[in-house]
């Protein structure tokens, strides 16, 4: 069955000589669940779900979406979610670049992972050997290391799929952080993983091995205030 646009999402106004196809405003039951669910005001309906390409990330609308299955999918980061994952990339930053280990990139850092499928981590770390020499707007590339802050409207399906995708495709390495819970889970593969609390330490192995850091360390931006 397909799902209708709420009202507010579909265009105000319907110029003359022009029809919508159902196409423009609804997407397949089938495919929503494919990309895990993901509330339908995160879906971009121009071009329609399911025909959507590389090039279409190049319009300024879409310079926060992901390339999913054919389908513009924006990635909603807020402003706790951005300042968790800048303080993570400073804190990855001063290990990674005093030992020249390779190439970094933050929220805006998307990338093609395989044909037709654009990701783009809260922070990646990408060794220099699978940096390609040249760096479109979308590098076809897989990163070693990949973070990923957790948003409110994040789903699990999401996170299973992402995950599937990011060790399918060579990553070695995966990060997810929770904000609001204050956990970072680790996964060495798909279904291996570890939740860190605060009081554990995260280490970077198999990628960045010596790299240790605190739990506490991870969520610390959160707490600095004027008067820290």
Known sequence: MPFRLPSRFRPAKIHSMTTLTPSVNRISAELLERLGNVPLDRIRFDPPPGMATIADLDHPRNQRCELVDGTLVEKTVGWKESRVGLWIGTL????????????????????????????????????????????????????????????????????????????????????????????????????????????DTLRGEPVLPGFEVEVSQIFAEMDRGRNS
């Open 92 to 199: 990855l930053n001063n290990y990674i670049i005093p030992r020249n280990l390779g190439a970094t990139s933050g929220e805006q850092g998307f990338m093609e992972l395989e044909e037709g499928l654009v990701r783009g981590p809260d922070f990646a770390f990408i060794s220099w050997d699978r940096l390609p020499e040249d760096l479109p707007a979308f590098p076809a590339m897989v990163p070693d290391f990949v973070v990923e802050v957790l948003s409110l409207s994040n789903t699990k399906a999401e996170m299973l799929r992402k995950r599937e995708e990011y060790f399918r495709t060579g990553v070695h390495l995966v990060w997810e952080v929770d904000p609001r819970l204050r956990t970072v889970t680790v996964f060495s593969s798909v279904a291996e993983f570890t939740v860190t609390v605060e009081g």
